[in-house]
Structure formats: C-alpha cells, structure tokens
C-alpha cells in the first residue's frame, strides 16, 4: 500500500505563487508516474501535470504552461508543483496520484492512476 500527503495549499492573492508537495510512504515505493489533477467546485477532476518518475519527462495541461513546473526528489519520494502567476480559476482542490503498476499511456486520464492523495485547497483571490 501506498499513502500520498500533500501539503502546501492555501489563499493567494492573483499574480502568486504557491508549492505544493506530495510526500510518498508505505511500501518500497516505485513509480512509472506521479501527477496532479485538480477539482473545482461543480466541475470534473482535470489533469493538470504529470512527471515521469525515473526518466524526469513532463507533461502539462495547456491552461498551466508556462505557469506551473512540476518537479521530483527521488530519494525523498517526493513530488512537487511550483505554481505561478495565480489566476482565480486556478482554484480547485489539487490532487497528488502515482501509478505504479503499469506505464502511462494517457497522463491525462484519471484512471491511469493507481493511488491518490487526500486534497489540497487551493484558492486565488481577484
């Protein structure tokens, strides 16, 4: 089994930046991919990155690059989501995922993944 925590949520004014962190524990932990998707209010879980976990490609969602850089720390298990330039409709729940059982074929689709996080508030004020 296989926990992921985020943490590094919070309130920003527009034209911010946050970092958020998810921290991997439990089994000896190895992945094919770690990512974040995110959930505003009344709409659908969107991928928003995702970081190959031993080859360091990335890939982003259109509406963040440029603005968002997702990185990693092997040896801490640790994935990260630098975000700047804050816009309001940035606000969303953010959600850490791993797959460890197969490849990514489509980073974009959430079932790919095979364990999440709890959930991050993230929230950008005009």
């Known amino acids: 089994q296989v926990q992921l925590v985020e943490s590094g949520g919070g309130l920003v004014q527009a034209g911010g930046s946050l970092r958020l962190s998810c921290a991997a524990s439990?089994?000896?932990?190895?992945?094919?991919?770690m990512g974040w998707f995110r959930q505003a209010p009344g709409k659908e879980r969107e991928f928003v990155a995702v970081?190959?976990?031993?080859?360091?490609?990335?890939y982003y969602e259109d509406s963040v690059k440029g603005r968002f850089t997702i990185s990693k720390n092997n040896a801490k298990n640790t994935v990260y989501l630098q975000m700047n330039s804050l816009k309001p409709e940035d606000t969303a729940v953010y959600y850490c995922?791993?797959?460890?059982?197969?490849?990514?074929?489509?980073?974009?689709?959430?079932?790919?993944?095979?364990?999440w996080g709890q959930g991050t508030q993230v929230t950008v004020s005009s």
């Open positions: 439990g089994r000896t932990f190895s992945s094919y991919a």
């Open positions: 970081i190959n976990w031993r080859g360091g490609s990335t």
């Open positions: 995922n791993a797959a460890v059982e197969a490849i990514v074929a489509d980073p974009t689709n959430s079932h790919e993944y095979d364990y």
